[in-house]
Structure formats: C-alpha cells, structure tokens
C-alpha cells in the first residue's frame, strides 16, 4: 500500500528526445508528488512537485502529468540535454507535517549528444 | 546558497561498533530528516524531526537508532551497534516548513548524503 512503482528502470535517449518515466501508487492519502533529480555523488534535488488537484504542472522543460483516477504521476523532459543525465525519483507522501516521502525505485536516464 | 552539509562524507566501520553521523541543516530550517539509500536501491525514510522529538519514524528506524539535535546548528544520526546491512548511503535533509493545509512551502533539501560500509 506505501509502495510507488516507478518504471522504466533505465531509459537513453538521444538529444532532443523526450524521455517520460511513470509512476503508479495504491495509497489514496497521498497528497504530494515530488520528482526528485540525483547525480552521482550528490544528494537528491527536488525537480517539480504537483499535488492532486491539478493534471499537469510545468517549470521551464519539465512536465508532470497527473492521472488521480488512475492513480498515475508521469515526468516528461522537453528538449533533453546531455546534462539532464541523472537518476530520477518520483516520490509521494501524505498532506502532513513532515515529509514522509516513499520514493520509486529510480530510473537512471542517459541523454545521449 | 544554503545548504545542508553532512560529515563524514565516508566511514568504514566494524559490526557491532557505535557509529554517528552528523549533519548541519539550513539555518533557518524547523524540520529535519533522515533518509538512506542501500547502494543501487530507492532512498528510503528513516527519521523525521520536529521542535526537539521525533515527529514520525519507519520501520527500519528501530532501537538501534537514534536521533538528536544537541545544539542549536547540528543534528545527528546514532546507530548503537552496526550491522552488515546497515551499509548504505544515509542522507540527512531539512525543510522550512511542513505540508500541512496543502501549502506548498516544505521543500525537502537534502545532504550530500554519508557512505556507511560495514565490515
């Protein structure tokens, strides 16, 4: 029930590309859905983040979708660059005090020149 | 820019030795975390921290652990008697504000993270 299944596991793309990872929940009480971007020795960063009362949210190239129904988050990156090679997690947590984020498993996306 | 900062950025240890790790959170911050990611796994919650007590903790964060904030600056992560599987990279994190009420003003900052590997 606390689990976010996040999928591709690893994704490559060549410039330009848009590459889009999904992710799914079960737990209805999530209320807050980050994407989180993480280069290798470096700590995750927040990307963008939705809540569930909007389908789509956007800053500069990137895009999150929201499917409530389907209880279904995806993050689109526009004109991806080399430089947005990285990890990404998508998480989720309740409307509560604390951040109690359950992230994905992670997708390892390389952007190819 | 602010940031988080965590130390030491690795440590080798022997199982069943006491190990702490330290972390000083933006300045301005009021909540303040503990996570950790098993090397090639998802980043998993461990600890959150909230006017001097623990506000929630999960399952892994069992007697073994503990958290405190002894100072004004620094916040820091116990682990009484390490295990093998107590290897990972664990990242301290801090944020301004919680969630509560569906404002958007607690965004996560998290640490360069501390590579833990037990022997």
């Known amino acids: 029930q606390q689990q976010v299944k996040q999928s591709p596991q690893s994704l490559i793309v060549q410039k330009g590309g848009i590459p889009i990872i999904n992710c799914a929940y079960e737990?209805?009480?999530?209320?807050?859905f980050p994407w989180y971007q993480q280069f290798p020795g470096k700590g995750p960063a927040l990307l963008i983040a939705i809540r569930p009362d909007v389908s789509e949210k956007k800053e500069g190239r990137f895009t999150i979708s929201f499917n409530k129904s389907a209880k279904q988050f995806s993050l689109h990156i526009m004109d991806s660059q080399p430089g947005d090679s990285a990890t990404y997690f998508c998480?989720?947590?309740?409307?509560?005090?604390?951040?109690?984020?359950?992230f994905g498993q992670g997708t390892r996306l390389t952007i190819n020149p | 820019e602010p940031e988080v900062t965590q130390t030491p950025s690795h440590q080798v240890t022997q199982m069943g030795q006491e190990v702490i790790l330290r972390c000083v959170p933006i300045s301005n911050h009021l909540y303040f975390y503990w996570y950790r990611q098993i090397l090639g796994q998802k980043v998993e919650f461990l600890v959150s921290?909230?006017?001097?007590?623990?506000?929630?903790k999960s399952e892994i964060f069992d007697d073994q652990f503990s958290v405190e904030r002894p100072d004004g600056s620094n916040f820091t992560l116990k682990i009484r008697s390490t295990k093998l599987e107590d290897s990972a990279m664990y990242f301290c994190?801090?944020?301004?504000?919680?969630?509560?009420?569906?404002?958007?003003?607690?965004?996560?900052?998290f640490g360069e993270g501390s590579r833990l590997t037990v022997l």
């Open positions: 737990n209805t009480a999530f209320d807050y």
């Open positions: 921290f909230y006017n001097n007590e623990i506000s929630e």
């Open positions: 998480a989720a947590s309740e409307d509560q005090g604390a951040q109690k984020l359950v």
């Open positions: 994190a801090s944020s301004e504000a919680g969630l509560a009420g569906g404002s958007y003003t607690g965004e996560l900052f």
